[in-house]
Every structure is written in C-alpha cells, then in structure tokens.
C-alpha cells in the first residue's frame, strides 16, 4: 500500500513537469506579452523592447523555462509587475476562499446526486424517474451563468433570503463565519450543477447495474427488506467507480469556478484567473495553473487510494 | 468470412426523447437556415423609436435596446451557436481521432508518450486553456471555433485510443497487411472507419460541449462578439437588459440553448445505448 503510494507519488512528478513545460510554452509563444501590457497601448516600439529586455522576456524559452523552473524548486512561483507583488503572496489569499467553494459545491453535490441516483434506480423507468431524468438532463444542459443569474434572481433579489454576492458582509471586518456560511450557499450550489447532474446519472447507472447482481438478489430472496439490500448491500459497490469519478470532476471544478466567481464577485482563484488572461499577467496564470495542477494530480491519487481502501479487491502489485 | 459481428444484431427504436431530440435539431438547423431568408427578418436593423418594445404581432419576441427584432437575432443567433458548435466539434473530433488512432495503433511507446501527454492536458483545467487562448485571439469567429475545438479533443482521443486498440487485432486488419497496405492505409482507411460509431457519438457530445463554451465565453466577453447574435451574448446582454424592465429578453436565448443542448446529448445518449447494445457501427 505504501508502495502503491509512493510509486504513483513519482509517477506524479514527471506529470507535474509536464503541466509546466505545456503551460510554459504555451504561454510564452502566445503574442502580446507582459511587456506590452506594462508600457500600455502608446508606446513607443523602443520602449516595449526595453521592458522585455528588463524582464528577462528575450533570452531563448528553453532559458527562461529553465530559470522559471529553478524558482519553482525553490518555492518561488513568480513576480507578478503589473501588480507588484509575488504570484505566491496573491494564491495564498485566494485559494482558501476558492478551496471553500469547491468543498461547498462537491457536499451539495454528493448530498444530492447520491439520494437522487439510488432512488432513480430503485423506482427506475416509473414517473419518477422518468422527471428525475429530464431534470438533470435539463441541469447538465444548462449556461451555469444562466443558473447563477436565476438563483440570484429568486433567493436574492425577490426573497432576499441570501446576499447577491462577495465574500461576506461588509457591516463587519472581521472574519464572521455565519456571513460567510450565508455567502457560500449561492455560489456552491450554481458551481455544483453540473457535477449534481453528471454524478446522478452515474449513480444511477452503477446502482442498476449492480442491481442486477447475484448478491442483491440473494440479499432480496433472503427476506431483507429493499431499503437494507438497497443501502447496505448495492450502495457500497455502486459507489466505489464513483470515487475515480468525483476525482476526475476537480478539474471541471476549478473551471467552472472561474464563472461562478464572476457571477457573485466572489473573490477567488477564477477571478484572478480571468483577470490575469485579460491583463496577460503570465506571471499569474502559470502559477495558478501549476498550483491547480499539483491539487488535481493529489486529488487523483487520493481517489486511487481511497479506490483501494474501500474495495478489497484491489491489489497494490 | 468469419463472422465478426458478434451479438445478433437487434433494431433499436428511438426512444421518446431520442425522437425528440432529433426532430427539434433539424427543426433549429432549418428554422436558423431558413426563416429569416424566407420572410425577410433582419436582425441588424435598428429602430431606437421602438427599442425595448415587448412581444407584438409585428416583433414576436419583443425588440432590444436598439430597436432590433429579437426573433430575427435570436435565428440568426441560433446559426452562430450552431456553428460553433458543429465546427468546434469537427475540429476536436480530428485532432482526438488522429491522435487516438495514432497512439490505439502504434502502441507500446509511442502509445505511452501519447497518453502521458493527454494526463497532462487533463491536469489543466480545460476552461484555463480555453479562456487564456480565447482573451488572446478574440474578436474573430473561426478563431473562436477552432480554439473551442482544440482545447477539447482529449476526451475524443481517450476514446477512439480505446476503440483503436481492440479493432486493429481483428481480422481485416490482418488481411488489409497481408495485401501490402501501408500503416495510414490501415489507419485511415480501415481502423478508422470501423470507429465510426464511437466517433458520430462522441461528435454528437461534443456539439452539446462546444454550444456551452459558446455561452460561457460569450459570458465573459470574449466569445461571440457584438453586434454579430448569438444564443450565449444574448442571453448575457438579456441579463442586464432585465433590470432595464425588459423581461421578454432572457427567456428565448436560455431555453433555446437549454432544449438544444440537451436535443444533442438525448440523441448522443441514445447513440451510446444502442452502441452499448452492439447495434450502430461495425
């Protein structure tokens, strides 16, 4: 088990290069880089040349890949010069807030999608389902902006039951959980949308499937009630290819972020993401997208050792 | 011959909302197409006189902040979407066949190289490829069709990889070798093929994928870009348009995307089901 872990560990790594060799040319092929950005729309040729050449943006790529590689082994992910200040300082203050959201939206996900695919199977091709279905269709299908603006719409506008967006509420300074609570429910509820929907379906799936299984008819023709076959027995098998699959789901997360915290202003990885792309601070996006990276590679690893704890099956050779 | 067919093969009926999904596609297609060439409709004529005018007889669904008619830039809106959505998959579906057939067919190293590649790409939430590439090439349709597409061929690729790997063991394979045929012959011309079925499936998906990153962009701005319609810069000018009072806006753009998004992922799950079912393709 060790062994498994460490091996995929080191499998890790030349991933994890990867993502920032990828990143990096990309990036840096792109037209229209920081320098432009910095001397602004005027300037003159002569002095956009002299901003590259101060940043160090006209030594070859294989040199500034290499440089930019060396920082990273030394926990330097970069200096942002439009805004002053180092790429590490500017994810510490937002990831909490973003790591918050993904965590909301993966508990409204799994306290829905579970519930709703056990139940779909169990009562399959009735009324019920049949809705159900069409539902999450209609969610999986769904602009998320659209959702958000609708759920502001309702729950803040008319019903004033939660804020319209932010981090929480201004009256006070301070950090103030049950403002933040409040802030959170909005936004993780339009974030989790798509994984509610895609995740129900798979539930769905999996439980039908394994519905169909021997032990689960020798559970019913030994007198156990559906509810107990149903939860005890196929639950547990349906649920273990679903943890590779909410593994999987991280990187659509950290996206589908980027929209959601547009939508309620809500100060987080996405938005300095997009306002990173849109100010060409290549400093930022290659931090963040090295940072999203390393997270997603550990989520994966940890849905293969959790695949492995709760399937004894498995064999770690 | 040997017989590889392998299951009988069984007619599969569309199902309920297969059916539909397939009439309400050719219905958005022709409707986009034609309407508006058929009775005239223009979709950039203003008329401030009559702007934010609600739903008449002579403006179905209302007009916009300009004057302009709502129903024509909602069908001209709707051919946009659609061909971003069509081209955006077409191109996914080319890079991910090539690659997939490339990597299924060669195997062994090749095969490995190929793969950790797509783990890569994978590691990379596809919206920060997408969003970066989309801020630098905006303002132009095609680039926004061919970004969409290129930052979505990894799914394809997995797939026909899969497909790839289990047709090239069968026994045309064999026989197209025996006969001499070159490894792009055999590829292109017989592998490939075979994996149609996955393939129109997956396109099918793709479209779907491609019409929501049409409406996410779009959202952020650097999609479809104005005064050119579409359904995802619609309904994000609808958005503001509702605290102007005009409520007719937001309603046609959502469910246009919402029932056509979901039109192509009924007929692609269909697809899937029936392929399952081992009746479409080889």
């Known amino acids: 088990m060790i062994n498994f872990i460490l091996r995929r560990l080191l499998w890790a790594i030349p991933t994890l290069i990867g993502v920032g060799v990828v990143a990096f040319v990309i990036i840096h092929i792109a037209p229209g880089g920081p320098a432009l950005a910095l001397a602004g729309e005027n300037a003159t040729p002569a002095r956009v040349a002299q901003i590259t050449h101060q940043l160090g943006l006209d030594r070859p790529l294989q040199v500034q890949l290499y440089v930019w590689f060396v920082g990273l082994l030394h926990g330097d992910l970069g200096y942002s010069y439009q805004r002053q200040e180092s790429v590490r300082s500017l994810i510490a203050q937002r990831l909490p807030q973003t790591l918050l959201l993904m965590g909301g939206a993966l508990l409204v996900s799994i306290l829905i999608a579970i519930p709703l695919g056990v139940y779909q199977a169990a009562r399959r091709n009735t009324t019920f389902d049949r809705i159900a279905s069409l539902g999450v269709f209609a969610a999986w299908s769904m602009p998320t902006f659209w959702f958000g603006t609708l759920l502001i719409a309702i729950f803040a506008v008319s019903l004033r039951w939660m804020p319209v967006g932010g981090l929480q509420s201004i009256d006070t300074l301070s950090f103030d959980w049950p403002s933040r609570f409040a802030h959170l429910v909005l936004p993780a509820a339009t974030l989790a949308i798509v994984s509610v929907a895609g995740w129900s379906r798979y539930v769905r799936g999996s439980m039908i499937e394994q519905l169909r299984e021997d032990y689960a008819r020798t559970a019913t023709s030994k007198g156990l009630t559906p509810r107990i076959v149903l939860f005890k027995h196929v639950l547990r098998n349906a649920l273990i290819p679903f943890i590779t699959v909410m593994g999987s789901t991280l990187p659509a997360l950290f996206g589908g972020a980027i929209i959601t915290e547009q939508i309620f202003a809500y100060p987080g990885m996405g938005q300095l993401f997009w306002q990173a792309a849109t100010d060409r601070d290549f400093a930022i996006l290659l931090g963040m997208t090295m940072i999203t990276g390393t997270l997603v590679i550990l989520g994966n690893l940890v849905a293969d050792v959790l695949y492995g704890v709760v399937d004894p099956r498995v064999r770690y050779d | ?282």
Not at chain 2, 40 to 60: E, F, I, K, M, Q
Not at chain 2, 230 to 243: E, H, I, K, M, V
């Open chain 2, 1 to 282: 011959m040997i017989d590889e067919t392998g299951p009988k093969r069984r007619r599969t009926q569309l199902t309920g909302v297969a059916w539909f999904g397939v009439v309400w596609i050719a219905l958005a297609v022709l409707g986009c197409a034609l309407i508006p060439l058929a009775f005239g409709l223009r979709s950039d004529l203003p008329d401030v006189a009559n702007a934010y005018a609600g739903p008449t007889w002579a403006h179905w669904l209302g007009t916009d902040r300009l004057g302009r008619d709502e129903l024509a830039r909602l069908l001209v809106g709707g051919r946009v979407t659609l061909a971003v959505g069509a081209i955006a998959a077409t191109v996914a579906m080319l890079i991910g066949t090539i690659y997939g057939a490339l990597a299924g067919y060669y195997g062994g190293v090749m095969d490995t190289i190929l793969m950790r590649l797509v783990d890569v790409f994978l590691s990379i939430p596809t919206l920060f490829l997408l969003l970066f590439l989309a801020a630098l090439f905006h303002g132009n349709l095609i680039t926004l069709m061919i970004v969409i597409g290129a930052t979505s061929w990894l799914g394809p690729a997995r797939l026909v990889r899969g497909e790839v790997l289990t047709l090239k063991e069968r026994l045309y394979v064999e026989a197209a070798r025996a006969v001499g045929a070159d490894d792009a012959r055999i590829i292109f011309g017989h592998v490939v093929p075979n994996a149609f079925g996955t393939i129109v499936t997956t396109t099918t998906f793709m479209v779907a994928t491609a019409m929501l990153a049409e409406t996410a962009l779009s959202y952020l701005g650097i999609g479809v870009q104005p005064p050119t319609p579409s359904w995802g810069n619609l309904l994000t000018t609808a958005q503001s348009d509702l605290f102007a009072g005009a409520w007719w806006l937001i309603l046609p753009p959502g469910l246009a995307i919402l029932v056509t998004v979901c039109a192509f992922n009924f007929v692609g799950d269909w697809l899937r089901d029936s392929r399952d079912a081992g009746v479409v393709g080889s």
